[in-house]
Structures are given as C-alpha cells and as structure tokens.
C-alpha cells in the first residue's frame, strides 16, 4: 500500500510546462528549455531529408509539375495563351501547393507515432508539446523552401511580380500564417488516423475539394451559380485572391483580413482538439 501510494505521489508530481505527466523525469521544463527541445526536434525533422532524399524531391518536383501542367496544358484553353494564365495561376499554384504540403505534417507525425518515436520521446525529459511544436516549425522551413522554388521556376518561365518585394515577402508571410493554421485540421487527422496510408487519404479527400472550388485556378465567375455561391466563402479563395494581389496586383485587405479571420478559427477549433488528442495520444 505504502509503495501504490509513492507511486502514486510521483506520478502526480511528474509534471511538464503543460502541467500534464512528463514520464521521463519529476523536474518542471520551463519555457526556455522547451523552446531550445522544439528546435533540436526540428532540426531532427529536417535532418530526415538528407537520410531521405526523397522528401525533397517530392517536395521540388510536385510543385513544378504541377505548374508545368497546368500552365502548358490548361492554359491556352483557360486563358487564351500560357503566358496570361501563368501570371494568373502560379500565386494559386502558391495556395495549392502550401495547404497540399501540410499533409506532410500529419503524415510524419502519424509515423513518428505509429513506429513508436513518440514513445520513446516520451521517456526523455522534454516538454510533451515539443515534438508537436518541433515537427511544425521543420515544416515552415520547407514551406518557405517551396515557395522561393515555385516564384523562381515560375520567373524563368515567364511569371513577374509586377507589385513589389515588400508585396512578395507580405505574400509568403501571410501563405506561411495561413499555412500553418490550416496544419492544425491535418494534424488532428494525423493523429486520429490509424496509418500514414488513412491520414494521405483523408486529408488528400478534403483538401483537394478546398482547392478547386475556389478562385486559385481559374476565375470563380465561370462556375455554376451555387458553385459560384461557395467559392465566395471558401477560404482558398480569399487566400488566392490575397496573395495574387500581393503580387501582380488587385485587392489585399479585404481578402487577407476574410483569411487571417479563416485562420483564427482554424487554430480555435482545432488547435484545442488536436492538442488533447496528442497529449492522450503520445
């Protein structure tokens, strides 16, 4: 009985900086240490590239297939000539591919968990919420990676910003802030779903809808009038029209604010459940 109830007291006393049981250890994490144990985990996370080469390819070369695509095929039909329906798509190309790539979180996260990394970071200690933070921080760096990679092909096919740099830095930050928002609903995905196979299908199932319903493609007022209806409240397309008016021109404020508003919520409902998820979880 004596011994139960040591036990007992310890586990109560094992406590991270989110007050929730740290078992590797008794001691508190306070905010410095858990900022320098998400960074060592990011790094981690981007490290992976250089054991996985493939990462990175996947993550150069969809971008740029995508935008070979749709600009050589679809866009003389859309526009009438590459060029005028490069300068119009490649900022929703920007969108697709940034919300596309937050997949990639759920899916590292989900096999970090599935294979037992979880468990054995666990045991450390570290902050719980580390490996969480850490994963979504690498994930930023590779966002901005792909967003320089996308402008700079797009530049040598033809594309211009015709605004300014400060309207391109504006438009990665604000793609960045949206982006990352967005993750969380992946992310709760990634650590529902029993396999990295169920969390590609799921989240692939509901971002793609999001992306071409919207204005990131081809101009809304083409659609059928109840798809038209949508368009105008989904979310990618006050982002698209943000970000292309970031950078070759038209309406900013009205769309980035209808988009950080998006955000807000986005990180409201499912920042609290993904958060409650991973702590029962991992």
Known sequence: MARATATSRRRTHDRDDDGHAARGGGRRVGLGATLRQTATLAWRSLVQVKHNPWELLDLSIQPIMFLLLFTYVFGGAISGS????????????????????????????????????????????????????????????????????????????GFRVTTSVAGLL?????????????AWMSVLIGLKASSPEKVQMIAFSTMMPLTFTSSALVPSDTFPGWLEAWSDVNPVTHLADAIRGLLIGGEVA?????????????????????????????
């Open 254 to 282: 009205g769309p980035a604010g209808v988009s950080l508003l998006w955000s807000a919520g986005f990180v409201l409902v499912f920042a609290p459940l993904a958060i409650r998820v991973f702590r029962t979880t991992a």
């Open 82 to 157: 590459t060029g005028d329906y490069l300068q119009f798509a490649l900022p929703g190309l920007l969108v697709q591919n940034a919300l596309f790539y937050t997949l990639s979180t759920a899916i590292g996260l989900n096999t970090d968990i599935t294979k037992g990394v979880f468990d054995r970071l666990r045991s450390l200690p570290i902050a719980r919420t580390a490996p969480l933070a850490g994963r979504i921080l690498a994930d930023t760096f590779k966002q901005v990676w792909a967003f320089a990679l996308l402008v700079g092909f797009g530049m040598v096919l």
């Open 170 to 182: 504006g438009a990665l930050a604000l793609l960045v802030v949206v982006a990352l928002a967005m």
